[in-house]
């Protein structure tokens, strides 16, 4: 392994739990009582499309650079203030960087609410770079943020361990030949046992990362 690519909410954050109030709260304040399931649709889907998806399925009566907006705006100030880091993240972010072994990256999170809530955690500079699906205009059901972060990286595939909570963007890793690694998320525990089968490691928490640098 010569490298590692992050993904940010439910592996390096522990902010899926903000993302389930974030949509409920936004459709509520639209007259919408959310449906259930919501928020595991919408975590598939980039932002764009998400936001183009509430506007059709829902009705409202708004543009999706509007919806846009207010999600992030309702997101905006748990990432200043409140979400923390998942267990065992400094743990491996500490022996990577002994290791000079580089990361980064890979989020569908909107750019200012990652950049908020690395400077306050303090780990901004851990990573090469931060790449957003929005600024790849595509998400992770596609390999084209892993395939652009492996070229930014300098390695193949083969070279990188992509470390994720959602079984959807493990399978698209996979599928693209990066070694995988599965992250326990509480929101997603329905998909836990399949995330062990088909991930080349796993762990309850992001520290059983470290066995795989030793």
């Not at 943020?145 to 079984?167: F, N, T």
């Not at 690694?181 to 995330?195: H, L, N, R, S």
Request: net charge negative.
């Amino acid at each position: 392994m010569q490298a590692v690519i992050f993904d940010l909410d439910g592996t390096l954050l522990d902010s899926m739990g903000v993302w389930e109030q974030v949509d409920q709260r936004f459709l509520r304040e639209n007259g919408v009582l959310p449906p259930a399931g919501i928020s595991d649709r919408l975590k598939q889907m980039g932002i764009q499309e998400a936001a183009q998806y509430l506007v059709d399925a829902f009705s409202l009566p708004m543009t999706p650079r509007q919806v846009i907006d207010r999600i992030e705006a309702l997101a905006a100030e748990e990432y200043r203030l409140r979400i923390p880091l998942k267990p065992g993240v400094l743990p491996v972010l500490d022996a990577l960087e002994q290791r000079g072994i580089p990361c980064c990256i890979a989020t569908a999170t909107y750019d200012s609410l990652v950049e908020a809530a690395l400077e306050r955690l303090g780990i901004a500079k851990r990573f090469r770079f931060v790449l957003t699906c929005s600024q790849v205009g595509s998400t992770k059901a596609k390999p084209d943020i892993y395939l652009e972060c492996a070229r930014r990286l300098g390695y193949a595939p083969g070279e990188i361990l992509v470390a994720e909570d959602a079984l959807h963007a493990i399978e698209t890793a996979n599928g693209a030949g990066f070694f995988t690694f599965g992250v326990y998320e509480p929101t997603a525990a329905a998909d836990w046992q399949q995330i062990r089968q088909i991930s080349g490691g796993w762990g309850m928490e992001l520290g059983k990362l470290l066995d795989y640098l030793t």
